[in-house]
């Protein structure tokens, strides 16, 4: 499991119900950002076998709380080459566990696993089919629709001639695929961006966390400035950069690994007058401090990854700053605070005239 104080980006995202979500268990040898995200809902990701080969699946449809316990108890008992554990957002508060097994599972262990996570209806419950042998990571997502976000279209490469022409595409391709633009965390912050892009003053601008890079390529091809954008996973760094480089912006985002703040070449580029941070609550609070005194005064800091419920508590973190905007979108918050200028001298107030 990723220490509780390594940012990462929203990776993964609520997608149709061919493309999971799922945890970035401690266990998983391969791991692939490809759903969305609930942390506790935290950040998720799913890991898988090597592609191409065909899996046994054990598929369960159960509530939110029953699905996270049955997952977390799949994905820490089995060995982490032969399982990949995902989960599906399938609406109206019904989620599907989807355990994918490199090799025929034990039906009867499973079924108990099922049944100590969350009862002996869920294993009843609990089918077992067999997957033929595909890439089945492109190919839930190359049935992705375009996402529209303001100006912004978020889409695969199947859909690069869709675009409209007065909007600005950037396509994630999807054998990179850290996340697609789809969830409501990524969308808050590309309308955030779109409504920001008129105003901003001045535009030193840094993504922390950025996962596919799709909010740094955004600001980028907006604003037309350089963008330092970081993560602390290597395979999201590379992933970003080639993904910048796809969408014609490689000369304007630098993506660096980095573990929070700190780093000399976040120091060196400071202060911002726009931060991106699609993260954690965890490490959007701890992050609060050592974040607000990068920035310039009148900056805005884009915050997300957030469920509705812990708004406020981002709020309260960054006390520093005011909020200027929220930004509600299928159960999830993307905050949009602002420094507040550099505070009016005090006049003191005399004795009254006689």
């Known amino acids: 499991m990723l220490p509780n104080n390594h940012p990462r980006h929203n990776q993964t995202e609520t997608l149709p119900n061919n493309l999971a979500k799922a945890r970035p268990y401690s266990i998983c040898a391969q791991v692939v950002n490809c759903g969305q995200n609930l942390e506790n809902a935290d950040k998720t990701m799913i890991s898988r076998p090597p592609l191409r080969l065909s899996t046994a699946i054990a598929l369960l449809e159960t509530d939110e709380q029953s699905a996270h316990r049955v997952a977390d108890l799949a994905a820490e008992s089995l060995p982490a080459d032969e399982i990949a554990v995902a989960l599906v957002d399938i609406g109206t508060g019904r989620w599907r566990v989807a355990m994918h097994f490199r090799a025929a599972p034990d039906e009867k262990m499973i079924r108990a696993l099922t049944a100590a996570a969350a009862g002996n209806a869920a294993a009843d419950a609990l089918r077992f089919e067999r997957l033929a042998a595909t890439d089945w990571v492109r190919e839930s997502l190359a049935g992705l629709a375009p996402v529209t976000a303001g100006r912004f279209v978020v889409h695969g490469a199947h859909d690069r001639a869709r675009v409209p022409f007065n909007r600005i595409g950037i396509e994630i391709e999807a054998a990179l695929a850290f996340g697609t633009g789809h969830h409501g965390t990524t969308r808050g912050c590309l309308l ?98 050592p974040l607000t005194r990068l920035t310039a005064p009148g900056a805005r800091v884009v915050l997300s990854g957030l469920l509705a419920s812990q708004a406020n508590a981002a709020i309260a973190a960054y006390r520093g700053l005011a909020i200027e905007r929220r930004i509600d979108l299928d159960g999830w918050t993307t905050l949009v605070l602002v420094r507040r200028q550099r505070p009016r001298a005090s006049v003191a107030r005399g004795a009254p005239a006689s």
């Open 192 to 289: 955030a961006l779109d409504s920001l892009c008129k105003s901003l003053p001045r535009r030193r601008i840094l993504d922390i966390g950025t996962g596919s890079g799709v909010l740094a390529i955004a600001a980028a091809r907006t604003l037309r400035q350089r963008v330092l954008a970081t993560d602390i996973d290597g395979a999201a760094v590379r992933a970003a950069r080639a993904n910048a480089a796809l969408n014609r912006a490689g000369s304007f985002v630098e993506v660096v690994k980095a573990d929070g703040v700190t780093g000399a070449k976040l120091r060196e580029r400071a202060p911002y007058d726009l931060v991106l941070a699609n993260i954690l609550l965890r490490p959007l609070q701890r992050l609060a401090a």
